[in-house]
Every structure is written in C-alpha cells, then in structure tokens.
Nanobody, 125 residues
Framework: QVQLVESGGGSVQAGGSLRLSCSASGYTSLRNCVGWFRQAPGKEREGVAGINAVDGTTYYSDSVKGRFTISQDNNKNTVYLEMNRMKPEDTAMYSC??????????????????WGQGTKVTVSS
C-alpha cells in the first residue's frame, strides 16, 4: 500500500509562490507515477502535474505549464510542486496521488489509485 501526506499549503498574494510537499511511504513499486491535482469548490478535480518517479519525466496541464514545476527528492521520498506567479484561479485544495505505473502523463484523476488528504491553497488579489 501507499500513504501520501501533503503539506505546504497556505495563503499567498497573486504573483507570489508556494511550494507543496507530498511525503510518500509504502511500496515504491506502487507509486512510479505521482501527480498533483487540485479541486476548487463546484469544479471537477484537475490534474495539474505528473512525474515518472523512475526516470524523472515530468508532465503539466496547459493551465499551469510554465508556472508550476514538479520534482522529487529520492532521499526524502518526497514529491514537490513549486508554484510560481500564482493566480487567483489557482485557489483550490491540492492533493497528490500515485499509481504503480503506465503513462505518467495521463493526469485523469480516475487513473490514480492512492490519494493524500490534501492541503488548501488560497491566492488573493
């Protein structure tokens, strides 16, 4: 099994930056793909970034491409989401998720098996 715990959420002004962390435990073979998702009130969950934990390949949705960066620290079993030049529309609950493998650029929520509880991000104008 896989356990995921997010941290780093908070409030930031538009144009600012936040770094979210996803600490993972459990079998590494079950989390070769890790993704970051967000869900705003009344909206569907949106996959914003993914990483192939085996080879480091990264993927981004068009809505965050060029502003967000996903990375991993193997020594800490942690995946990060660096969010820069943030916009009010980035306000959401952010969750990390994992699955054993496949094409890690598939950022559909239904493609992921393991989920954290989420961390709240608020971007003010």
């Amino acid at each position: 099994q896989v356990q995921l715990v997010e941290s780093g959420g908070g409030s930031v002004q538009a144009g600012g930056s936040l770094r979210l962390s996803c600490s993972a435990s459990g079998y590494t073979s079950l989390r070769n793909c890790v993704g970051w998702f967000r869900q705003a009130p009344g909206k569907e969950r949106e996959g914003v970034a993914g990483i192939n934990a085996v080879d480091g390949t990264t993927y981004y949705s068009d809505s965050v491409k060029g502003r967000f960066t996903i990375s991993q620290d193997n020594n800490k079993n942690t995946v990060y989401l660096e969010m820069n030049r943030m916009k009010p529309e980035d306000t959401a609950m952010y969750s990390c998720a994992a699955r054993p493998g496949g094409y890690c650029g598939d950022l559909r929520a239904v493609a992921f098996a393991y989920w954290g509880q989420g961390t709240k991000v608020t971007v003010s104008s």
